[in-house]
T-cell receptor, first 109, second 114 residues
Framework: GQNIDQPTEMTATEGAIVQINCTYQ??????LFWYQQHAGEAPTFLSY??LDGLEEKGRFSSFLSRSKGYSYLLLKELQMKDSASYLC??????????WGAGTKLIIKP | NAGVTQTPKFRVLKTGQSMTLLCAQD?????MYWYRQDPGMGLRLIHY???????AKGEVPDGYNVSRLKKQNFLLGLESAAPSQTSVYFC?????????????FGDGTRLSIL
């Protein structure tokens, strides 16, 4: 079967760094997406990785290892507005997204 | 720039009633999707469309129908609502598949079936 695993909830302190992990087992791989979703709002696109390595975009970075079926989202200099759920999604062999259940990130002052 | 617009935002139905959820996008995207989001679960694809006049089943299509008569609109219908269809429904669109593009989401429709 196809499976994407993320921690359910994480807590971090304002100004700190947090790493949100995602492991996947899918039939086919055409890339991995990270989305941010604030409570009661729509998911919004953060990053896309298709090759191994680190992609940096401001305070956010995303890493992919295809051989390990593993990705992480790294958030630096955390701000209160970063409190949200972070969704990992894999684009499978049929070009449909398979979504993880999301990681709820709580930022404390 | 409106992006993806969903109507209504909230709705309460009784079991057995029917309704249609509307999704409109102004980005000239070819691909459109309907998902449902339930607590503790990832987004699940209900139906999708790769262009005007085409539709296809996703992971959880039972109990739903869709139509894409115009490129900018994608309608999701519930013929006979059931309590198991209580969920948050998201519509999304993307510009293509061959060159992978992110999906853009509407604000969601919160649907309760009593």
């Amino acid at each position: 079967g196809q499976n994407i695993d993320q921690p359910t909830e994480m807590t971090a302190t304002e100004g700190a760094i947090v790493q949100i992990n995602c492991t996947y087992q899918t039939s086919g791989f055409n890339g991995l997406f990270w989305y941010q979703q604030h409570a009661g709002e729509a998911p919004t696109f953060l990053s896309y990785n298709v090759l191994d390595g680190l992609e940096e975009k401001g305070r956010f970075s995303s890493f992919l290892s295809r051989s390990k079926g593993y990705s992480y989202l790294l958030l630096k200099e955390l701000q209160m507005k970063d409190s949200a759920s972070y969704l990992c999604a894999v684009l499978g062999s049929n070009y449909q997204l398979i979504w993880g259940a999301g990681t709820k990130l709580i930022i404390k002052p | 720039n409106a992006g993806v617009t969903q109507t209504p935002k909230f709705r309460v139905l009784k079991t057995g009633q029917s309704m249609t959820l509307l999704c409109a996008q102004d980005m000239n995207h070819e691909y459109m999707y309907w998902y449902r989001q339930d607590p503790g679960m990832g987004l699940r694809l209900i139906h999708y469309s790769v262009g005007e006049g085409t539709t296809a089943k996703g992971e959880v299509p039972d109990g739903y129908n869709v139509s894409r008569l115009k490129k900018q609109n994608f309608l999701l219908g519930l013929e006979s609502a059931a309590p198991s269809q209580t969920s948050v429904y998201f519509c999304a669109s993307s510009s293509g598949q061959g060159e992978v593009q992110p999906q853009h989401f509407g604000d969601g429709t919160r649907l309760s079936i009593l």
